[in-house]
């Protein structure tokens, strides 16, 4: 997943956990449970995605241990967990993804500095 889809669905969960809290203070109990749902399933595609793809080259990921404790969460009806687990993950892959585009772009610059030639 490119940085822009992980940024963007980031920020869409978000809102959704942000809608969520607004459906819980207002009492819409319901509301507030298809919310955190659909956040979870937002956010928790793209890191299931990548959970199966790893898996099938049989290797142990942390995207596969993401993904099976928000199933778990979901399947004991704990939607907050699972919806924040999904929401943070993304949120830490997306600032390991702003971190590496700086770490870049300032390489850049610093090799931009070095001199072309040396008198010895």
Not at 48 to 63: D, G, L, P, Q, V
């Amino acid at each position: 997943m490119n940085a822009r889809r992980t940024v963007q669905i980031t920020a869409i969960s978000a809102i959704l956990l942000g809608i969520a809290i607004v459906f819980h203070i207002v009492g819409w109990h319901n509301a507030r449970q298809l919310t955190l749902i659909t956040s979870t399933f937002l956010a928790g595609i793209p890191i299931a995605s990548k959970a199966f793809k790893t898996a099938r080259m049989k290797t142990f990921s942390i995207e596969l241990l993401v993904t099976i404790a928000v199933i778990r969460a979901m399947l004991i009806g704990e939607y907050v967990e699972s919806a924040a687990v999904t929401f943070l993950f993304l949120f830490g892959a997306m600032l390991e993804i702003r971190t590496m585009e700086k770490t870049r772009s300032s390489l850049k610059a610093l090799t931009n500095l070095a001199p072309l030639e040396a008198r010895v």
